[in-house]
């Protein structure tokens, strides 16, 4: 696994245990807006994955 995705995988983690303590903190009816901020961060985290992997790729056509 290479540091980029460590570096996700934590962000990740660190999203879920921030959304988990503010969710403790408000009362249920915020859990839908906070799922919705989680499947946002994630979309975003994929996408810029995926960004990075077509990047490399055309590094590597070029080279």
Do not use: G, W
């Amino acid at each position: 696994m290479s540091d980029f995705e460590k570096s996700i995988l934590l962000n990740d983690s660190n999203i879920d245990n921030r959304l988990y303590t503010a969710a403790r903190d408000f009362n249920e009816s915020s859990m839908p807006a906070l799922l919705s901020l989680k499947f946002h961060c994630n979309q975003f985290s994929v996408e810029y994955s995926e960004r990075r992997v077509i990047f490399q790729e055309r590094r590597l056509s070029v080279e």
